[in-house]
């Protein structure tokens, strides 16, 4: 059975309409919400959203909203669709972005942050309907997942479907260095028999060398944070 928010939605003016992340192919640099960041206080315990998004990482349970929820307002202001991607998470900036990885079966989705909640001890995040069916735990309700803030200028791609997951390495301000450490690692890569590959991404100013693709974020994680300590 779905898990529904337990606790009312804090209230916020309307900020703008909802997006749809399949208009996207880059998390947006947008500013952020005026009262939906602010600190706030449920069922006696005091929360502190994050100011600003950054490289944030985190292991625990998901649920999702109860279809009961379709139609309401979010702290956000904008009105909840169980058919969007969407997500509330109780210290994540408000709007930001969230890929979320399902760790029992590898499944990856992209989300718009725009609530707060779970308020459960033992749940990260609440997700949409939609959401929750691409990550493939509708049935159960719940399930471990892997939640890592989308920095603005990345890819919204639902990274892990087909195998295409792919990690960041390094980040340079200079092309040539970009391209010397895109050479070093495609040798290493070669050289170990590996099926993955690096290329190099222009996102905005930098340059960003990136491996992959991966079946499942772990494995991507690991490969990266072997790859780091060898070169």
């Known amino acids: 059975?779905?898990?529904?928010?337990?606790?009312?939605?804090?209230?916020?003016?309307?900020?703008?309409?909802?997006?749809?992340?399949?208009?996207?192919?880059?998390?947006?640099?947008?500013?952020?919400?005026?009262?939906?960041?602010?600190?706030?206080?449920?069922?006696?315990?005091?929360?502190?959203?994050?100011q600003k998004v950054a490289s944030f990482s985190q292991v625990g349970r998901a649920s999702y909203y109860g279809q009961n929820f379709h139609g309401r307002r979010t702290s956000s202001g904008e009105r909840f669709?169980?058919?969007?991607?969407?997500?509330?998470?109780?210290?994540?900036?408000?709007?930001?972005?969230?890929?979320?990885?399902?760790?029992?079966?590898?499944?990856?989705?992209?989300?718009?942050?725009n609530d707060r909640g779970p308020f459960h001890a033992?749940?990260?995040?609440?997700?949409?309907?939609?959401?929750?069916?691409?990550?493939?735990?509708?049935r159960a309700g719940t399930a471990q997942v892997r939640v890592e803030q989308v920095l603005p200028g990345e890819s919204l791609q639902p990274a892990g479907s087909g195998g295409n997951i792919y990690v960041d390495l390094q980040k340079f301000a200079n092309k040539e260095l970009a391209q010397q450490y895109l050479k070093a690692t495609t040798q290493h890569l070669q050289a170990a028999g590996s099926a993955q590959q690096a290329k190099l991404v222009k996102v905005k100013n930098s340059y960003v060398v990136r491996m992959g693709p991966f079946q499942q974020q772990q494995r991507a994680d690991e490969a990266r944070k072997s790859m780091l300590t060898t070169l």
């Not at 990260?124 to 691409?134: F, H, I, P, T």
């Open 81 to 113: 669709d169980s058919q969007m991607l969407t997500a509330a998470h109780p210290t994540l900036p408000i709007p930001s972005y969230a890929r979320v990885t399902n760790l029992s079966n590898g499944k990856t989705v992209v989300v718009r942050v």
């Open 1 to 50: 059975m779905a898990s529904a928010k337990q606790t009312a939605h804090l209230s916020a003016p309307v900020y703008h309409a909802k997006k749809s992340l399949s208009n996207l192919t880059v998390a947006p640099a947008e500013h952020l919400h005026k009262t939906a960041n602010l600190s706030y206080q449920v069922a006696g315990k005091r929360y502190y959203p994050l």
């Open 122 to 138: 033992n749940r990260v995040m609440d997700l949409s309907y939609a959401a929750a069916q691409k990550l493939g735990f509708v």
